[in-house]
């Protein structure tokens, strides 16, 4: 057979390809045509993103995701689909926490995210960088259980609800934000504001949410999966289909009491895709299923690739900024090394009494004169946050003696700075490093299964104490360090 032009050829190459494409084993999502008034929802779901949008070694970060929603689920705009965000967004590496979460709102309006949940990480920059972040967001933050303290209000950053029109079915979407945020984020930022019972704020917006015209209701939930289950029975009972949560770092993908719950973890690791068919001629949910999905093997999206890429040299133009002065240097093996280290992650996070560490997280020494940022990230180079645990004086004494400390000291006896000895049975805060959490071999997470973690990467601490203290060579670094062994 011979094809009478090119146009034709054209034409039947198409079909060919795209028949390929359909069987193809990763051929996208493609909805089902519609039945009379039966429509299709597909909600596309993250939560604790806290900046993760450059790729690691294992995921695909932003642009990769985006890939997978475009080449897995078909994800266009104007399809039907739903992009919501449980929380913590920005605070996490550099490219995110040095522009206060300024890049990862952008990253995430060109994912075209609808609305996102307030999560206590949101917090970190206080209420000013929250209110800086909405205003450069193309979506609303949600919460309908922080009230401001003096009018019981709920506060103007936040929007108890929103209600989105999608694929014809009118989506109410509720936000909830963990009640420990008090405690989860720096205290202050928060002061002013009530954190009520997940429950009694759903019984009082989601009648408001009905009355507004919503079908299905759905609720972003910055909440951890335990909290998730306990209010699955009483969000089904006033119509709720699906809960997303955040907050903790575990994943999350079931159906509890008629409720859709899921969780994706973190660090933009995995989504969520959870999908509902709705009547709305007979206004009944159909059915709903959902899954987590890892994000691996996307091809990187253009339009997002280029924004992580201005960002990230944004951020490598700032890592020349001359931060001290050092006028012998600080060996990577040297107590002013290990000490300094130590020290500064507790005068930033001082609700600890001790904090530990590997010698083997420090790989260079610090030469002699001017230090840039970028010095102390060759330093301390991994991507590790700081983790805040509750550790027993004895549990303490078993892995310390691998470690390098401040607060304390092992010579004549393990004592506090202070010199009271450590109590074996008195239980002390205690920051480590997520890295040394996660390995077996430390027994961290056989004394403390509810690690809280601060986000707060291994070196800020550091950067931040150098800068406040205007080194110069008149006035060096070398005289505020502590060379005494501990
Ligand atoms: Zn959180």
């Keep these: 057979m011979r094809y009478r032009n090119f146009i034709e050829l054209i034409f039947v190459a198409g079909i060919v390809f795209s028949s390929g494409f359909f069987f193809c084993k990763d051929s996208p999502y493609q909805p089902e045509p519609p039945e009379d008034g039966v429509r299709e929802v597909i909600i596309l779901y993250t939560n604790d993103e806290h900046g993760w949008m450059e790729p690691t070694s294992t995921h695909g970060g932003a642009a990769g995701m985006m890939g997978l929603w475009k080449q897995r689920e078909g994800y266009s705009a104007d399809g039907p689909y739903l992009i919501l965000s449980g929380g913590d967004m920005w605070t996490g590496p550099a490219i995110s926490t040095w522009t206060a979460g300024e890049s990862m709102v952008q990253v995430m309006n060109a994912m075209g ?245 590997n010698a083997g997280g420090i790989r260079q020494s610090i030469p002699s004169g001017e230090i840039t940022l970028e010095t102390i990230v060759s330093v301390l180079p991994f991507e590790n946050s700081i983790v805040e645990l509750e550790l027993t004086g004895s549990q303490l004494m078993d892995v310390v003696s691998r470690l390098i400390f401040g607060g304390m000291t092992s010579v004549g006896g393990y004592r506090l700075t202070d010199g009271t000895p450590l109590d074996p049975s008195q239980t002390y805060r205690v920051l480590t490093i997520d890295y040394l959490y996660s390995r077996p071999d430390y027994n961290f997470q056989n004394y403390d299964e509810t690690p809280y973690y601060t986000s707060i990467h291994y070196r800020q601490p550091v950067i931040d104490w150098i800068k406040s203290l205007n080194t110069s060579p008149e006035n060096p670094l070398d005289q505020y360090l502590d060379n005494n062994p501990r």
């Design 113 to 357: 995210y609808s609305a996102a949940a307030i999560g206590n990480h949101e917090f970190d920059f206080k209420v000013d960088g929250l209110n800086r972040n909405l205003s450069l967001s193309q979506f609303p933050y949600l919460s309908a259980n922080i009230k401001t303290k003096s009018t019981g209000e709920i506060p103007e950053f936040a929007e108890p609800y929103l209600i989105k029109q999608v694929n014809d079915v009118n989506v109410g979407i509720i936000g909830l934000t963990t009640v420990t945020t008090p405690t989860s984020t720096f205290p202050d930022n928060v002061q002013d504001y009530d954190f009520i019972d997940y429950a009694e704020a759903l019984e009082q917006v989601v009648p408001r949410v009905k009355a507004d015209g919503a079908e299905l209701i759905v609720v972003a939930a910055h909440i951890c999966s335990w909290e998730m289950k306990a209010l699955a029975a009483k969000a089904k009972s006033l119509g709720v289909s699906m809960i997303g949560g955040g907050h903790c770092t575990d994943t999350i993908n079931i159906n509890d009491s008629g409720v859709a719950l899921v969780h994706s973890g973190r660090n933009m690791q995995h989504y969520a895709r959870v999908q509902i068919q709705y009547d709305t001629v007979g206004d009944t949910l159909i059915s709903i299923s959902q899954q987590l999905v890892e994000n691996k093997g996307g091809t990187a999206d253009a339009e997002i690739a280029s924004i992580v890429a201005y960002w990230r040299d944004q951020v490598d133009a700032t890592l020349s900024e001359v931060i001290g002065f050092t006028e012998n240097g600080i060996g990577s093996r040297s107590w002013a090394m290990y000490n300094m280290v130590t020290d500064s992650w507790l005068i930033s996070y001082p609700a600890a009494q001790i904090s530990c560490t």
